[in-house]
Every structure is written in structure tokens, then in C-alpha cells.
T-cell receptor
């Protein structure tokens, strides 16, 4: 079945540590997105990519980095520069103007 | 920049009754898409319904329908015959029809938590 797979489901990060969240899609979608969800805040855009080897900052990109080396993959790295990384992270993909498909999310907690 | 506002942080409805969730948005564009997404406790985002701004007819999907008022920039979701499985967070979202650059992104409201009482 086609879809988006995020891993891991739960992730724990120590202070000062970088961690990478995986997002893979087999929908052949060009565009991929990373959103952060905090209680009462809705979803906020971190980074997006509309084509391989190209990506753009969203509204809250500070402390995050991404890569898009393959069409299917759009990993997100939460760096030590992100001072408040505890949140729920959602990856999405879309084809043109059609609906976005979402992964099941990764819950990141700082310990 | 476009914004989406959901003014009801929480709503409650009795099973089998009807409930309406509100959403307003701000944009200077004339062509865009509006969506309602449902996020149950599993946190999987599920598309409920979609509306193209150029269509005057309100979208309907089974028990879900919208009241799209373009001039008022309002996009409410009506859930009829509410079921226990409808309990979830509901997010209203906007996407520009000018796909390219940042305008292909979904802009979300802060959500409305819907509870369904048996």
C-alpha cells in the first residue's frame, strides 16, 4: 500500500544531542513537508521541499535541518540549537494541489 | 500572509446530534483550497473534506458538510448524526492554488477539540 512512513514513533534526546527523524513515502509525490505540533498551537511548518535536492525554510526552521537526496525521503534533523524540541512531528507529502498525506508522526522528548 | 482562525478550542455534542465547527481565514488571493482535517487520539491526520474556492457549491462527504462563505472568508464544518468515533481534534487548513514556492503549503488553524457524549 502507498503511504508515508515516519520512524521512530517515539524518540528521546539528551541535552546537546542531534537526532534525526525519518520520513519515507512511496506515493511518487514531489512535495514533502515537516510540521511541528505543540498543544494549542496547531501545526507549524518547519521545512518543505518541492523537488529533489531543493528545500526551503518554513515558519520555524531555526534549530532544524533537512536533506532531500531522494524523492522518497525527507529526513529532519533536530540539532542542539533547537532549545525546545519536545513536540510531535508530522511529515506530509503532496502531488501538486491535491490533498496532503500525513505520516503517523514522531513524538520527540528531551530527557 | 494567510492566516486561519478557529475560535472554538473545544466543542461538545450529544451522540446523533449535529454540531458545527467554525473557521475563518484571511487571504488576498482569489483562488485557493480549504480543508478540514481530523486528528483522533492516534494522532493520524485524516482528511475530512475539501473545498475549492472557485466552486460555489458547498462540499459534502457523507455526514460531513461545509458552509463556505467566500465573501465572509468563513468555512464551517457541520457534522450530522454525530458518532462516538467523531471525537477528535479538527483542524481547518488553507492552501493557495498558486502552487510554487511557499504557496503550496498548508496553513493550519489551532484546532477544535470535539467531544461526543453517549
Amino acid at each position: 500500500d502507498g503511504g508515508i512512513t515516519q520512524s521512530p514513533k517515539y524518540l528521546f534526546r539528551k541535552e546537546g544531542q542531534n537526532v534525526t527523524l525519518s520520513c519515507e513515502q512511496n506515493l511518487n509525490h514531489d512535495a514533502m513537508y515537516w510540521y511541528r505540533q505543540d498543544p494549542g498551537q496547531g501545526l507549524r511548518l518547519i521545512y518543505y521541499s518541492q523537488i529533489v535536492n531543493d528545500f526551503q525554510k518554513g515558519d520555524i526552521a531555526e534549530g532544524y535541518s533537512v536533506s532531500r537526496e531522494k524523492k522518497e525521503s525527507f529526513p529532519l534533523t533536530v540539532t542542539s540549537a533547537q532549545k525546545n524540541p519536545t513536540a510531535f512531528y508530522l511529515c506530509a507529502s503532496s502531488a501538486g494541489q491535491f490533498k496532503a498525506f500525513f505520516g503517523q508522526g514522531t513524538r520527540l522528548t528531551v530527557v | 500572509a494567510q492566516t486561519v482562525t478557529q475560535s472554538q478550542p473545544e466543542m461538545s455534542v450529544q451522540e446523533a446530534e449535529t454540531v458545527t465547527l467554525s473557521c475563518t481565514y484571511d487571504t488576498s488571493e482569489s483562488d485557493y483550497y480549504l480543508f478540514w482535517y481530523k486528528q483522533p487520539p492516534s494522532r493520524q491526520m485524516i482528511l475530512v473534506i475539501r473545498q475549492e474556492a472557485y466552486k460555489q457549491q458547498n462540499a459534502t462527504e457523507n455526514r460531513f458538510s461545509v458552509n463556505f462563505q467566500k465573501a465572509a472568508k468563513s468555512f464551517s464544518l457541520k457534522i450530522s448524526d454525530s458518532q462516538l468515533g467523531d471525537a477528535a481534534m479538527y483542524f481547518c487548513a488553507y492552501r493557495s492554488a498558486n502552487y510554487g514556492g511557499s504557496q503550496g503549503n498548508l496553513i493550519f488553524g489551532k484546532g477544535t477539540k470535539l467531544s461526543v457524549k453517549p
